[in-house]
């Protein structure tokens, strides 16, 4: 069944029940795929951590943690809103709930807009400095999905969208932008831009093909050779923060776990296929766990 038809007769299914349409919000808002909320949310604990100097308050903890699993689903809603006239044109998005004839664009807008509204109530609990931080979360979380339109860096704004969870933590934990929160978002920043990519390049023929942009496109035939090189610097700059907060031995471990799994990246990337460039992507999980893990082992153990 091609995708205008399974449209088609999604739409004239008739009424469905509150539960079949939740089910379909979930399904709008990646639940059945947390691996976006994870992306953001590691960096979100390492600043937290660092900021926290190893005891971050547990009430900041629970609030982030919850914060990054409303706006990333939020930015699943609006990226879906933005794309509903791409998705049903490329294979591995054409079952998406709009394109599918799922959930109707208006609706993906709701629930951007409601998810949205939920996270600001969670400002309540932080300090002003961060509630006027969070401006920009929301402002680069609504722009990033239509920046694919405009020019081949949307992973810059998609980077700066996920970083931004970092310099908020630093504000609600110590109410200041130290040097190493701007550090660590810059490390935030190219790691988004080296996972998206591999991401895009899952994308790159379809994307060619409808004209959407990429930084898997601008890359072209460099792609690996400048992941690889933003992979690098990346580590460069978590070695840096590392030694602005005085870290010991556990956090330097985290990092090299992490490095070898950026070699595997490389490996898994080397012949271009969609599937082995997706599964590179997906491994970035284990790659925030890794050193988040090393960062809060170290401060547990340091005298």
């Not at 919000?25 to 976006?36: M, S, T, V």
């Not at 792609?223 to 330097?252: A, N, P, S, T």
């Not at 070898?260 to 460039?277: G, S």
Request: hydrophobic letters at 55%.
């Amino acid at each position: 069944m091609s995708g205008p038809e399974v449209k088609l007769e999604s739409l004239q299914s008739g009424p469905v029940s509150w539960q079949e349409r939740l089910r379909r919000y979930a399904l709008l808002i990646r639940l059945n795929r947390p691996i976006g909320i994870l992306l953001l949310l590691w960096p979100t604990l390492w600043a937290l951590w660092v900021a926290g100097d190893g005891q971050p308050p547990w009430q900041i903890v629970l609030v982030f943690i919850c914060g990054v699993a409303l706006m990333r689903s939020a930015g699943c809603a609006i990226n879906d809103y933005a794309d509903r006239h791409i998705d049903g044109l490329v294979e591995r998005t054409r079952l998406r709930p709009i394109a599918a004839g799922l959930v109707t664009p208006k609706e993906a807008l709701g629930v951007f807009v409601v998810l949205c509204l939920i996270a600001f109530l969670l400002l309540f609990f932080l300090n002003w400095q961060t509630k006027l931080l969070s401006v920009g979360a929301v402002i680069l979380a609504a722009v990033y999905p239509f920046m694919k339109r405009y020019t081949h860096l949307p992973q810059v704004v998609l980077g700066a969208a996920f970083g931004w969870a970092v310099p908020m933590s630093f504000m609600a934990v110590g109410e200041s932008l130290p040097l190493v929160s701007w550090v660590l978002f810059a490390a935030t920043l190219l790691w988004a831009l080296v996972y998206d990519t591999q991401y895009a390049m899952v994308d790159r023929d379809d994307d060619l093909k409808i004209g959407v942009k990429s930084t898997a496109i601008l890359f072209g035939r460099h792609d690996i050779l400048i992941i690889g090189i933003l992979q690098l610097i990346m580590l460069g700059l978590m070695v840096w923060v590392g030694v602005l907060v005085e870290r010991g031995l556990l956090y330097y471990l985290g990092l090299s776990a992490g490095a070898v799994l950026f070699v595997h990246q490389q490996l898994l990337t080397r012949e271009r296929k969609p599937k082995a460039c997706f599964d590179a992507f997906l491994n970035n999980n284990n790659f925030g766990l890794l050193v988040f893990l090393g960062l809060m082992l170290d401060y547990l153990f340091s005298v």
